[in-house]
């Protein structure tokens, strides 16, 4: 899911990403309740309206944001009271209003409230922000159970990196019956041996007929091996952030376009791609524009970069599909993300 964090893939236009055929993308809740604010995207008709946006969204529940104001929030549990990385104004956010944001965001797909631990915490407080994730979410659930709703939930398994307190969350979160689960917790800094480690034991406790999707991740790589470990849905802010700066990734591998050797070469940015930047514009042109910090070599690079994640997750459909999918893996898990060489 290309990241869409304030109603907006940034340098996209909403046809530019149906052109490259993303069929989702994910909005961020906190950042959409503090500016513009959900009660007036909800008079906007909601994300889609707001953002003239007909394909799915989905939102994030805020909890990740939260974590990472850290010396700006208190967490209780009744909820989390933070204050705006904007204005410094306070705000508090509880289960039960998250679902309600989210509702008015009118997103396809929304998530529980959950408390997301750094990867440094210890097992004592990752266990208690386990237990605090699984709380929020039977208040949100039952929250989320007052109207009629056309939307999906999913809750968010927590744990860490360690086995029991994520089997532990799973159980509890299965009982409840969501419409699909999140994993949340991993790409905050561990190894990423550990993420696979964790995605590997979660797939054998998630339920094979609902969505499993892990939460900010990754790298090209990391999607092929999780992937290969139950994985169905993810969403990153990589693809766009590195292609704005410069760091775009390729069916070779990562290319860096700013460097010099780049700089009359006039081949195509992939020549195994057929996105409208490979189609149109020379290595030479793009790192030029990116050099001088030019806005369409910022389009261009993301309009690349956002097309080769989209083929890649469709090539390994199309794999899994014509059983297929272990060759796949094998040609491409050691090359995805290694830097170009030619």
Known sequence: MPVGTVATVKAMSP??????????????TYHCYLRPGHDFIEKAGGLHGFMSWDRP????????QVMSLSGLRKIKPEGV??????????????PEKVIQIQKALGADIIMSFDECPPFEADRKYIEKSMYLTLDWAKRGFLEFQKTNNQQALF??????????????CCNELLELGFDGYSIGGLAVGEPKEEMYRITDFLNHLLPEDKPR??????????????????????DCVMPTRNARKGSIFTWKGK????????????????????????????????????????ILGMRLATIHSL???????????????????????????DVLDTLVDN
């Open 15 to 28: 046809d530019e990403l149906k052109a490259i055929n993303a069929q989702i993308i994910l909005a961020n």
């Open 57 to 64: 969204v989905l939102t994030d529940s805020g909890g990740f």
């Open 81 to 94: 009271r933070f204050q705006s990385h904007i204005d410094g104004s306070y705000h508090f956010f509880t």
């Open 155 to 168: 809750g968010i398994v927590q744990g860490g990196i360690h086995t029991d307190l994520r089997q532990q």
């Open 213 to 234: 999707y892990l939460m900010g991740v990754g790298t090209p790589a990391n999607i092929l091996q999780n992937i290969a470990n139950g994985v169905d849905m993810f």
């Open 255 to 294: 290319m860096i376009i700013k460097a010099a050797r780049y700089k009359e070469d006039l081949r195509p940015i992939d020549e195994d791609c057929s996105c409208y930047a490979c189609r149109n514009f020379s290595r030479a042109y793009i790192r030029h524009l990116i050099h001088l910090n030019e």
């Open 307 to 333: 097309h080769f994640y989209l083929e890649l997750t469709s090539k390994i459909r199309k794999a899994i599909i014509e059983n297929k999918f272990d060759s796949f893996y094998k040609q491409y898990i």
